[in-house]
């Protein structure tokens, strides 16, 4: 067999099975997305100064992330700690492990384009020693391929917030209600409502900012004093129920799509009804199988030359008689 002859026939192989297979990666790399600019720091910041809002999105697989990468609307792609509850079933954000949110980190990141890309460092996991710290901060960029990590805390994270940008990661703080650490604050509750609480987020803004923290997310404080701290501070502010005055938003991918079951928070809004979609695929599907109706025998079914099936028929027959 000629060399050329064989590349011919396994290529013409390659195509037939890439056809028949039920789930296939595309053709070839999507020529639209890979034409939008990357976002950077750079990119955030220029948005800030020019008071163009900025938009984030979680996601926590690869279809959710190319889904986020489907429009140039989409400036940051957040592969939040939320993952703990909206797809493994637990309770809370602390019971997330370091190595889980790699695994879906590093999904994210193989689905994602032009949007910048942050994930949380989970619960426990920069709580210990500053080299801890590091470390795992350093495996989450290494191994996931994102390029920034988003960590919950006050000022008692501000040396890890200089020491991380000194070695080249960047840093996104998260400030106002931390999710990680409803426990101690005795529940999600909106934090920033009297004075003196108000005074402690705003400090713990201008220290964050301070070292080094190239943007902040604040989450359940009152528009008031999200405002105040968006123009306070140079860094860009993404707002989850923290007002219409931050320099973004931010939603889960669950909240914002209608896919989670759970309590809606009062700064939710449903953009879309995916849960109804979905369970009424699945319940259709299964009527379809049920009634008999899927696959079609002509269009969802496979078939074979009438002249090979007698042949197999005639085989069949033969080997049937020489076992009796």
């Not at 220029?46 to 140039?72: F, G, W």
């Not at 939040?80 to 797809?87: R, Y």
């Not at 501000?158 to 070695?167: G, K, N, Q, Y």
Request: proline share 5%; glycine share 8%; charged share 25%.
């Amino acid at each position: 067999m000629s060399w050329p002859y064989f590349v011919r026939v396994t290529s013409r192989t390659i195509r037939r099975q890439r056809r028949w297979m039920s789930v296939r990666p595309k053709e070839g790399p999507d020529e639209d997305a890979q034409s939008r600019p990357k976002v950077t720091i750079q990119t955030l910041q220029a948005l800030k100064e020019s008071r163009v809002p900025i938009t984030m999105l979680t996601a926590y697989d690869y279809p959710t992330a190319v889904s986020c990468s489907s429009t140039p609307s989409i400036d940051i792609t957040l592969v939040g700690d939320s993952l703990a509850q909206v797809c493994l079933g637990y309770k809370s954000t602390t019971q997330l492990t370091l190595d889980e949110m790699i695994h879906h980190a590093k999904a994210v990141s193989r689905g994602t384009t032009h949007p910048f890309l942050v994930a949380d460092m989970p619960f426990g996991s920069y709580s210990g020693s500053m080299d801890d710290a590091v470390n795992n901060a350093v495996r989450m960029v290494r191994e996931s391929q994102i390029e920034a990590v988003k960590l919950e805390g006050g000022e008692e994270i501000a040396d890890l917030v200089r020491r991380l940008t000194s070695i080249g990661i960047p840093v996104m703080a998260h400030i106002g209600l931390m999710p990680q650490r409803h426990v101690a604050l005795s529940g999600y509750k909106v934090q920033g409502r009297n004075v003196a609480s108000a005074k402690a987020l705003v400090r713990t803004a201008s220290v964050l900012e301070e070292a080094g923290a190239f943007s902040m997310v604040l989450e359940a404080v009152p528009k008031e004093l999200g405002r105040y701290i968006t123009e306070k501070i140079a860094v860009p502010t993404i707002g989850i129920g923290a007002g219409p005055w931050t320099n973004g938003q931010v939603l889960v991918w669950d909240d914002a799509m209608g896919t989670w079951l759970g309590h809606k928070a009062k700064f939710v809004r449903r953009f879309a009804n995916l849960q109804i979609a979905r369970e009424t695929g699945v319940q259709s599907f299964a009527n379809a199988v049920k009634d008999g109706s899927f696959p079609d025998p002509q269009r969802e079914s496979y078939t074979i030359d009438p002249a090979e099936w007698a042949r197999f028929m005639e085989d069949v027959a033969i080997d049937s008689d020489g076992e009796a």
